[in-house]
């Protein structure tokens, strides 16, 4: 592949396969209208899924794939968009998607149902649905060596405004504002006070203090969105450092004074925190509970440990597995895939979805 058809907007790129309303078709051929309803009005829902590849295995691990497909559900529910599949089949479309793009390195998958009508009309009643999902190969989205951050002056949407427990699309500009904000004030990121003021999460992350041997977070009613990053790392802290996470009401002021702080999200993955406001936060350097878990984190994602493997879904057959990992994992007693086409796949129906 030319670096130029490497670089190009996904848009352009005949080599990459997508997923567009029950058809795997090259991404240079997936078309949306120009009146498209999401595109004017953000009604849409999506997701954020990270698939890691550990070298030693030959495989390539979707992380907690059912649970991000369960939060899409819940969702389109709150947004009523019908979703044409259930989170079980997405798990296994996205398989196949990615075995069409034949990714042996980390990526990204970003599955999206939206209102698709063209028509002029604020609603989210009487309107067609569809659903696409797109993949393509990403490192980490933002350092995990230490982040600069402020306190956002754009407050987080309010449940009765924008509900954040579903990720809308149109909610993002609440997160863009918060980001831009921030980096164009010479910091790494933004965190957003909710109505009250209590403290409710970065742009695309929700926010831990370390207050001596407890994780504090913030609880879903402040306005989060409930992380799938989030649950995995109390889980991780729980059984590995034995430190119980306590969800509660967390003033501004707090913050400056934790021991430590990091966020936590698929994109973000754990990026500690070291300044808040001009202010240090502990020795203003990555603190020892923090780097466990990113290392942890790091670990678990790979499919290093073996306690962690039915979070994860396997992408390709482990016939060459050099880690002893056999078999599909535990957690959604997928079946076999067999035939991956590649990159260059051409685009066929697909064989686990069902067409709309
Ligand atoms: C606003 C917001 N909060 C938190 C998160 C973290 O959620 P997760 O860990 O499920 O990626 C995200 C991630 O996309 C987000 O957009």
């Avoid at 970065?202 to 407890?214: C, D, Y």
């Avoid at 009401?249 to 004074?257: F, G, H, Q, S, W």
């Amino acid at each position: 592949m030319s670096k130029t058809t490497a670089d190009a907007a996904l848009s352009q790129r005949s080599d990459m396969v997508v997923f567009l309303n029950g058809e795997y078709i090259p991404a240079n051929q997936a078309r949306v209208g120009i009146a498209t309803h999401a595109l004017s009005y953000g009604t849409g829902c999506f997701e954020g899924i990270r698939a890691y590849y550990n070298s030693d295995a030959d495989q390539l691990y979707i992380f907690r794939a059912l649970e991000h497909y369960q939060r899409l559900a819940r969702s389109c529910k709150i947004m009523n968009i019908k979703l044409a599949h259930t989170p079980e089949e997405l798990v296994e479309i996205t398989i196949e998607l990615i075995r069409r793009n034949g990714f042996r390195e980390n990526c990204y998958i970003r599955p999206f149902a939206y209102k698709a009508d063209e028509i002029i009309g604020v609603k989210l009643d009487g309107l067609r649905d569809d659903f696409t999902i797109f993949t393509m190969p990403m490192g980490d989205y933002i350092a995990t060596s230490g982040l600069r951050c402020m306190v956002s002056s754009w407050r987080r949407i309010d449940d009765n405004m924008i509900p954040a427990r579903a990720k809308v699309s149109g909610a993002y500009v609440n997160s863009a504002f918060a980001k831009s904000e921030a980096l164009m004030s010479g910091f790494d990121e933004g965190i957003m006070l909710n109505h009250d003021g209590h403290v409710s999460e970065g742009s695309a992350e929700n926010i831990f203090m370390v207050l001596g041997s407890e994780l504090v977070t913030p609880p879903p009613s402040e306005n989060i969105l409930q992380g799938i990053t989030r649950d995995s790392v109390m889980e991780i802290a729980r059984r590995e450092l034995e430190m119980l996470t306590r969800e509660r009401v967390i003033d501004r002021t707090e913050l400056y004074t934790a021991d430590e702080i990091f966020f936590t999200g698929t994109g973000a993955q754990i990026a500690p925190v070291i300044e808040i406001d001009h202010r240090a936060i502990g020795t203003g350097a990555v603190g020892p509970v923090s780097r466990q878990l990113v290392s942890l984190y790091a670990d678990v994602t790979r499919g290093r440990r073996s306690e962690y493997m039915n979070w994860l879904t396997p992408v390709y057959e482990p016939a060459q597995s050099k880690s002893g990992h056999n078999g599909r994992h535990a957690q959604n007693g997928h079946n076999s895939h067999n035939g991956h086409n590649g990159a260059k796949a051409k685009a066929e129906k697909p064989t686990t979805a069902t067409k709309k």
